[in-house]
């Protein structure tokens, strides 16, 4: 696929095998990141859905943003377990 022996990549994963640019980008194109998410300095999603996500997000106005911020602060309180009888939320004083 890459060009690259399985122990080659083993010892490039312990440091002991520098990688050439060329196998680099290989890598990088074989399993769609950009080189920040590969050396693990970015935030960036790392999926093609999630990155895609990002992308149409970004093209929406202001409103629309905060309009889906909203939704994804509602979807996320559906989600979070209901607290039983006696339990205190973070925010509410005893």
């Known amino acids: ?7 080659d990549l083993s010892r490039m994963e312990q440091g ?3 990688v050439g640019l060329d196998t680099l980008f290989k890598i990088l194109q074989v399993f769609d990141l950009k080189m920040g998410e590969f050396f693990g300095e970015t ?6 859905e999630a990155r895609s996500l990002v992308a ?6 202001e409103d629309a943003q905060r ?3 909203d939704f994804v ?3 996320k309180q559906q989600e979070q377990p209901e607290e039983g009888p006696g ?4 925010d509410e004083k005893v």
């Open 1 to 7: 696929m890459i060009g690259v022996a399985q122990s």
């Open 87 to 90: 339990e205190n939320s973070p």
């Open 43 to 48: 935030d960036t999603p790392t999926t093609p």
């Open 16 to 18: 002991e095998y520098k």
């Open 67 to 69: 309009e889906v911020c």
């Open 56 to 61: 149409d997000f970004q093209t929406l106005s």
């Open 73 to 75: 602060r509602f979807k």
